[in-house]
């Protein structure tokens, strides 16, 4: 990774289709490393998984049981927590090797591992600081939302008559309908806008030093400021990128359920069960394939918002500390 003799250099700020093109570049050049990377992420996602077949099965064959599984579960879920913890972890060490090299400043691996390692956690906390920040924003999108629409049809169906009637008031319908339509549409827009003003939360936290998890997230909320649409322009075009890899899953999916259609009955449980898995499992596959294409995205992203807002007089990391 060091020893790379084309590094995808960026002198310049970039425009939407340029940072799409140095993400696939990025991706392409380090693509060994950055999907063992993403390997190695996915399989701690997947652990929790595999630990959590066990379990259901003490529940399944031996529900009275509860002593263990009172003591299966909080462990689990623990677990859980550390290979999210991990799988985060190993993401954004995609984005910091992707950013050395957009900064001509690259590391190795083992360099770069070990200094967001170290910061595991944070990763962590920032990603359910971001989950509550999102959700709370969703919840109250939501309840503004059914206020609005009860108060205008409530207001409207007495405008026209009311709702009582023994045929309905197809304008009260018709414009109850439109006015519910809009806000989704406007509710979907602003909470695009929101994830967009959060894409790049990890990346701060995996290159700046002195910065935690709360920092991150402001510091993601602060170089995005003016840029959101921009950002959900360069998402859009990445996630039209991605479709092939998800048809792909899609398609060897629905071979494999056919394939156990032959042998086994699509009612049986067995069926659902083994199909369930393969589901996952192909999906896990696909995301290894897809992880480092965003990273590199949102390292892409970050380099560009810096450029902008900093100039390029930008250092990786303090090489004397």
Not at 20 to 41: H, P, Q, W
Not at 172 to 178: P, Y
Not at 261 to 281: E, K, R
Request: overall charge positive.
């Amino acid at each position: 990774m060091a020893d790379n003799p084309n590094p995808p250099a960026v002198i310049q700020p970039l425009s939407v289709g340029n940072v799409v093109d140095v993400a696939i570049r990025l991706y392409t050049t380090n693509a060994k490393s950055f999907l063992g990377i993403a390997a190695i992420g996915t399989l701690w996602i997947l652990l929790p998984m595999v630990v959590l077949i066990p379990i259901v099965l003490i529940l399944v064959q031996d529900g009275a049981r509860t002593g263990i599984l009172w003591l299966m579960i909080p462990a689990w879920l623990v677990l859980l927590l550390y290979g999210f913890a991990k799988y985060l972890t190993n993401s954004a060490l995609i984005s910091r090797l992707s950013f050395g090299e957009l900064i001509n400043q690259p590391e190795t691996v083992v360099e770069a591992r070990r200094y967001t390692s170290s910061r595991m956690w944070s990763f962590l906390l920032a990603a359910l600081l971001v989950g509550l920040i999102v959700g709370g924003i969703t919840i109250g999108f939501y309840l503004v939302a059914a206020i609005v629409i009860g108060i205008v049809v409530a207001g409207l169906s007495l405008a026209f008559g009311g709702l009582g009637g023994s045929e309905p008031n197809f304008a009260v319908i018709a414009v109850g309908i439109l006015l519910s339509l809009t806000l989704i549409v406007l509710i979907l827009t602003a909470l695009c806008w929101f994830l967009a003003r959060f894409a790049i939360v990890e990346v701060p936290l995996a290159i700046e030093n002195g910065v935690g998890a709360s920092d991150s997230v402001g510091r993601s909320w602060a170089l995005t400021k003016g840029a959101a649409m921009r950002i959900l322009l360069i998402l859009v075009v990445a996630f039209l990128i991605t479709i092939p890899v998800q048809f792909v899953v899609q398609v060897v999916v629905a071979i494999m359920q056919g394939v156990l259609a032959m042998f086994i009955s699509t009612s049986s449980p067995t069926y659902i069960s083994i199909v369930t898995l393969v589901a996952y499992m192909v999906g896990l596959a696909g995301s290894i394939v897809v992880i480092p294409f965003w990273q590199a995205i949102k390292a892409a992203i970050y380099y560009d918002l810096r450029s902008r807002r900093e100039g390029l007089g930008l250092q990786l990391r303090d090489r004397t500390s």
